[in-house]
C-alpha cells in the first residue's frame, strides 16, 4: 500500500538558502519579510526576490509550496490592520495568498469575516471553548424547528440517527461535500447513506420524505456562526493539513534552537553563522531524504535515533 510521504520544509533566511533548499529536495520552504520579521538583523528576503522566488517555485513539477511567516506578537484586533498594511504594501502577495493560519488566540468572527469576506484568504484559526453549558454535547443546528441535524462549537457536524441510551453514541459526523463559494455555503451529506448506517430517526429527519436514494444535502451558510464555520470544513482533512503546516514552521524553529544548539551559541560573525545554518540545514534535509528512502517515515523527525528493528534498510 503506498503512503503518502511528509513534506520536507525548511527555513529560508536568504534568497540563496531558499535556492539552496528546493535543489536540495525541499518539498516547501518559509520565509520573512523585512518589515514582519522578528529577525530584524537577518537578511530576510525583499518583496521582489520573494516574487521572483515564488514564481520559481509554482512552476517546478510538481509545483513547491512558499509560506510567509509573521514572526511578530500580533494582538486578535490588529490582524486585520495587518493584512490590509500588506494589501496595501504588497498587493500581489495578499492575492496569492489562499490561507492565514494561526492559533486561537486569533480567534473571532470578526477576523473570519474580514479575511474571506474581503480579501478571499480562507482563515485556518483554531478555535477557543466558549461554550458554558454541556460543552461535551452537540447543539442544534435548526433550533427553532425539531430535526436530526447537530454541530459543536468546533464545527463538527452530526446527524443523530438512532436513540439508545447512551447519547453520545446517537451521532455519526456528517460527509463533507465541499464549500461551494458561490452560495457561501459549506455542503454536507447524510452519513445513513453515504456511509451505510442504519438511521432509526428518519422521522424526525426535516424534509425526509423528498430525499431520494442519494441522501439528504444539506448546506450551511457561513453566516449560520462566523467562528465555527469557515471556508474550509474545521473538521475535515483540508483543515487539518493546512494547520499542520502551521505546527510545522514552529517544530522546524525549535529544532534549530533547541537540538542544534542555535539558541545559546557562540558563533562571531554574520557570515559564519549563515555557513552554519546553511549546513544545518542541508543536514536536516539528507537525514529526512534518507528516512523516507530507508521506508522510515515515522522516524523523520528523530535526529539520533537508529533504525527500527526489523527494517530493511535501503540503498540511497
Known amino acids: 500500500m503506498n503512503k503518502k510521504l511528509p513534506e520536507l520544509l525548511a527555513p529560508a533566511g536568504t534568497a540563496e538558502s531558499a535556492w539552496a533548499a528546493l535543489a536540495y529536495g525541499a518539498d516547501a520552504v518559509y520565509a520573512g519579510l523585512p518589515r514582519f520579521s522578528a529577525r530584524a538583523e537577518a537578511e530576510n528576503f525583499t518583496v521582489e526576490s520573494l516574487g521572483e522566488f515564488v514564481g520559481y517555485a509554482h512552476s517546478l513539477t510538481p509545483a513547491r509550496r512558499v509560506y510567509l511567516t509573521v514572526n511578530t506578537l500580533i494582538l486578535n484586533d490588529e490582524l486585520p490592520a495587518l493584512v490590509e498594511q500588506l494589501a496595501e504594501q504588497q498587493p500581489w502577495l495578499v492575492e496569492r495568498t489562499q490561507y492565514l493560519s494561526a492559533d486561537k488566540g486569533y480567534d473571532s468572527k470578526e ?10 484568504i480562507k482563515p485556518v484559526i483554531d478555535i477557543r471553548d466558549t461554550w458554558q453549558e454541556e460543552r461535551e454535547l452537540p447543539r442544534s443546528l435548526y433550533p427553532q424547528r425539531v430535526d436530526t441535524i447537530f ?17 453520545a453514541d446517537n451521532y455519526a459526523r456528517m460527509t463533507f461535500q465541499g464549500f461551494e463559494a458561490d452560495r457561501e455555503c459549506l455542503k454536507y451529506r447524510c452519513p445513513a447513506q453515504a456511509q451505510g448506517l442504519t438511521c432509526t430517526q428518519r422521522h424526525l429527519c426535516y424534509g425526509a420524505g423528498e430525499v431520494g436514494a442519494y441522501g439528504r444535502i444539506v448546506r450551511i451558510p457561513l453566516e449560520t456562526e462566523r467562528r465555527t464555520f469557515t471556508p474550509v470544513a474545521r473538521a475535515s482533512y483540508a483543515w487539518e493539513r493546512e494547520y499542520r503546516h502551521r505546527t510545522a514552521v514552529e517544530r522546524v524553529n525549535s529544532r534549530l534552537d533547541t537540538s542544534f544548539g542555535y539558541e545559546q551559541h557562540f558563533i562571531r ?9 546553511d549546513l544545518t540545514m542541508l543536514v536536516m534535509l ?8 530507508a521506508e522510515q517515515p515515522e522516524q523523520l523527525r528523530s535526529l539520533v535515533r537508529p533504525p527500527a528493528r526489523g527494517q530493511p534498510r535501503r540503498a540511497a
Open 151 to 167: 454541530h459543536t462549537e468546533g464545527g463538527e457536524v452530526l446527524c443523530r440517527y438512532q436513540d439508545t441510551a447512551v447519547e
Open 269 to 277: 560573525g554574520l557570515g559564519k553563522m549563515r555557513l552554519r545554518m
Open 111 to 120: 477576523n473570519n469575516q474580514e479575511l474571506w469576506d474581503r480579501y478571499g
Open 286 to 293: 539528507a537525514m529526512a531524504v534518507g528516512r523516507i528512502q
